[in-house]
C-alpha cells in the first residue's frame, strides 16, 4: 500500500495494533520490515513494550497505526492485558519452523478474544519465516484451523523478505474499517462535531 504523505496530525482513521506472540517468532523484525523496510538477523529482546507509528492510504483514505510490539517471553506475560487496552486489532504471530510457537499463538489469540476485548473477527494469525520453506514444521492446516476458531485472519509472511509484510497490516486495517462501515462495529459517541469513536476501542475516525 502507498505509504500517506499527509502530515503526523492529518489522518482519516486512527488504529492501534498490538503484536503478540512467543519470544523469537519475529514480530519485532516484522515491525522493523514494514515501517523502515530494513531486516537484521538478531534484535534485542523487548522489555516490556515498543511501539512504532506508520500512516497509509487505503482506498484514498489515510490511517495512522499505532503499531505495539510486545515481549513474548513468558516473565513479561502479565503486561499484556494494560497494552490490549483500546486496541483495534492484534496480529498474533508464530515461527512455521517452530510448531510450540504456534501453541503459543493460539493462548494469545484465546486472551485477545475472550478476556482482553478484540473485537470480534479483529484478529490476524501470521505465520513468519515463510522463506524458510525446507525449515517448516507447521502445516498451513493446522494453523488456519487454529485461526478459525478464533475467527482471526491468517496470513504468512517473511519479515526477512518483506514478502506479505505490508498485507499483514493493511488487511487488518481494511477488515476493521469493513466492519465499520457495516455496521459491525458500532459508534458510541462523538465528543467533537469532526470525530467519531468506535464502541468500546477509542478508535478516532475523522470525517
Same mark, same amino acid.
Request: glycine share 6%; hydrophobic share 35%.
Given at each position: 500500500?502507498?505509504?500517506?504523505?499527509?502530515?503526523?496530525?492529518?489522518?482519516?482513521?486512527?488504529?492501534?495494533?498490538?503484536?503478540?506472540?512467543?519470544?523469537?517468532?519475529?514480530?519485532?523484525?516484522?515491525?522493523?520490515?514494514?515501517?523502515?523496510?530494513?531486516?537484521?538477523?538478531?534484535?534485542?529482546?523487548?522489555?516490556?513494550?515498543?511501539?512504532?507509528?506508520?500512516?497509509?492510504?487505503?482506498?484514498?483514505?489515510? &490511517?495512522?497505526?499505532?503499531?505495539?510490539?510486545?515481549?513474548?517471553?513468558?516473565?513479561?506475560?502479565?503486561?499484556?492485558?494494560?497494552?490490549?487496552?483500546?486496541?483495534?486489532?492484534?496480529? &498474533?504471530?508464530?515461527?512455521?519452523?517452530?510448531?510450540?510457537?504456534?501453541?503459543?499463538?493460539?493462548?494469545?489469540?484465546?486472551?485477545?478474544?475472550?478476556?482482553?476485548?478484540?473485537?470480534?473477527?479483529?484478529?490476524?494469525?501470521?505465520?513468519?519465516?515463510?522463506?524458510?520453506?525446507?525449515?517448516?514444521? &507447521?502445516?498451513?492446516?493446522?494453523?488456519?484451523? &487454529?485461526?478459525?476458531?478464533?475467527?482471526?485472519?491468517?496470513?504468512?509472511?517473511?519479515?526477512?523478505?518483506?514478502?506479505?509484510?505490508?498485507?499483514?497490516?493493511?488487511?487488518?486495517?481494511?477488515?476493521?474499517?469493513?466492519?465499520?462501515?457495516?455496521?459491525?462495529?458500532?459508534?458510541?459517541?462523538?465528543?467533537?462535531?469532526?470525530?467519531?469513536?468506535?464502541?468500546?476501542?477509542?478508535?478516532?475516525?475523522?470525517?
Amino acid at each position: 500500500m502507498e505509504p500517506s504523505k499527509a502530515g503526523f496530525n492529518e489522518y482519516d482513521y486512527l488504529f492501534k495494533f498490538i503484536l503478540v506472540g512467543a519470544a523469537g517468532v519475529g514480530k519485532t523484525s516484522m515491525i522493523v520490515q514494514y515501517c523502515d523496510n530494513a531486516f537484521k538477523l538478531s534484535y534485542s529482546a523487548t522489555l516490556g513494550v515498543d511501539f512504532r507509528i506508520k500512516s497509509i492510504k487505503l482506498n484514498d483514505k489515510v &490511517v495512522k497505526l499505532q503499531i505495539w510490539d510486545t515481549a513474548g517471553q513468558e516473565r513479561y506475560s502479565h503486561i499484556s492485558p494494560v497494552y490490549f487496552r483500546g486496541c483495534h486489532g492484534c496480529i &498474533v504471530v508464530y515461527d512455521m519452523t517452530d510448531p510450540q510457537s504456534l501453541s503459543s499463538a493460539e493462548a494469545y489469540l484465546n486472551k485477545a478474544t475472550n478476556d482482553y476485548g478484540i473485537p470480534f473477527g479483529c484478529a490476524l494469525l501470521v505465520g513468519n519465516k515463510a522463506d524458510l520453506k525446507y525449515e517448516r514444521k &507447521v502445516r498451513r492446516d493446522d494453523a488456519m484451523e &487454529v485461526a478459525r476458531k478464533f475467527n482471526a485472519g491468517y496470513i504468512e509472511a517473511s519479515a526477512k523478505t518483506a514478502d506479505q509484510v505490508d498485507e499483514v497490516f493493511s488487511s487488518l486495517a481494511e477488515t476493521i474499517i469493513e466492519k465499520y462501515q457495516k455496521g459491525e462495529l458500532t459508534i458510541e459517541s462523538a465528543p467533537k462535531p469532526n470525530k467519531t469513536i468506535i464502541k468500546g476501542n477509542n478508535i478516532e475516525i475523522r470525517k
